[in-house]
T-cell receptor
Framework: DAGVTQSPTHLIKTRGQQVTLRCSPISGHKSVSWYQQVLGQGPQFIFQYYEKEERGRGNFPDRFSARQFPNYSSELNVNALLLGDSALYLC?????????????FGPGTRLTVL | GQSLEQPSEVTAVEGAIVQINCTYQTSGFYGLSWYQQHDGGAPTFLSYNALDGLEETGRFSSFLSRSDSYGYLLLQELQMKDSASYFCAVSSRGYASKIIFGSGTRLSIRP
């Protein structure tokens, strides 16, 4: 079975631009969570979606938004990019609600903001 | 709010045993998880504790004491490939659940 997939692998943007990151969960998984990881730190929780509903939100500004589609794939959107948004963006899927179930991480999207 | 503390670095010898501690503060605690991340890779799940006690999975074991808000990851028979960063993560119960990761412990294994 395929694991969690994310696209693109790498992305370079300039300040003020907008970006969309995509995630496909493991088949049968209904929960997708998004994390931001800066080098040398742990993943920071951004969003969790379960059955297409937002079920958790971290301390990120409204420039960050996400959605989950009927096939359980998900997109993370970031508007008005700042230099500080440069990071590895990780997507994780789980069968049930994340936190009560094992999460499986994708390889991540490396975003660089210039 | 939620916060976790774990040592930033640990060094151990190949074949030895190492324990990585994690203390946490959270409301609505649901469970404590451990993840391994090699440089350039994604986190991979190691263990999960929702109840007090020890969970064993091969060379890795994890312990939780909810009354002490404390847990640890125990790695036995250390191998060079165990050199990685290890993260503890707490999850909160409720409709709007959150998963908070610690800042990670970098484990270095010496021959």
């Amino acid at each position: 079975d395929a694991g969690v997939t994310q696209s693109p692998t790498h992305l370079i943007k300039t300040r003020g631009q907008q970006v969309t990151l995509r995630c496909s969960p493991i088949s049968g998984h209904k929960s997708v969570s998004w994390y931001q990881q800066v080098l040398g730190q742990g993943p920071q929780f951004i969003f969790q979606y379960y059955e297409k509903e937002e079920r958790g939100r971290g301390n990120f500004p409204d420039r960050f938004s996400a959605r989950q589609f009927p096939n359980y794939s998900s997109e993370l959107n970031v508007n008005a990019l700042l230099l500080g948004d440069s990071a590895l963006y990780l997507c994780a899927s789980s069968l049930g609600v994340a936190g009560s179930d094992t999460q499986y991480f994708g390889p991540g999207t490396r975003l660089t903001v210039l | 709010g939620q916060s976790l503390e774990q040592p930033s670095e640990v060094t151990a010898v190949e074949g030895a045993i190492v324990q990585i501690n994690c203390t946490y503060q959270t409301s609505g605690f649901y469970g404590l998880s451990w993840y391994q991340q090699h440089d350039g890779g994604a986190p991979t799940f190691l263990s999960y504790n929702a109840l007090d006690g020890l969970e064993e999975t091969g060379r890795f074991s994890s312990f939780l004491s909810r009354s002490d808000s404390y847990g640890y990851l125990l790695l036995q028979e250390l191998q060079m490939k165990d050199s990685a960063s290890y993260f503890c993560a707490v999850s909160s119960r409720g409709y709007a659940s959150k998963i908070i990761f610690g800042s990670g412990t970098r484990l270095s294994i010496r021959p």
